[in-house]
């Protein structure tokens, strides 16, 4: 990225203002944030760990649950988001699925629930 840098002087005797361009000014680029992957990690000391590695909010899978989600925030403190109603289900194979796919859109525009799938 380069940056060009005007400066107005003023010549004294005649009172005339002339802009005066020096060379140009090269700027690095701001760093780029790196890909880290998804922000989870299997239990609450991995998820700290790489919080302050990667200087974000890092999701504890352990602590996952039909009606919350817990992060563990760089500075070392735990956010737990909690829900009034199931947000996500366990397949048969164990694994988390998110409701959001469940939802379906009904007759007059309102949302509402199908359910985990049988």
Request: charge should be neutral; proline fraction near 7%.
């Amino acid at each position: 990225m380069a940056l060009a840098v005007e400066t107005a002087t003023v010549i004294a005797e005649t009172g005339q203002a002339m802009a005066v361009t020096p060379a140009t000014v090269s700027v690095p680029a701001a760093a780029e944030t790196p890909a880290y992957g998804p922000a989870e990690a299997a239990d609450a000391a991995s998820a700290l760990l790489m919080a302050r590695l990667q200087n974000r909010r890092i999701e504890d899978l352990s602590a996952r649950t039909e009606f919350s989600t817990s992060f563990v925030d760089p500075d070392g403190s735990v956010t737990e988001t909690a829900y009034a109603g199931p947000i996500r289900f366990k397949d048969e194979s164990g694994q988390w699925k998110s409701n959001r796919r469940l939802f379906g859109q009904a007759a007059g525009r309102q949302c509402r629930g199908k359910g985990p799938p049988a």
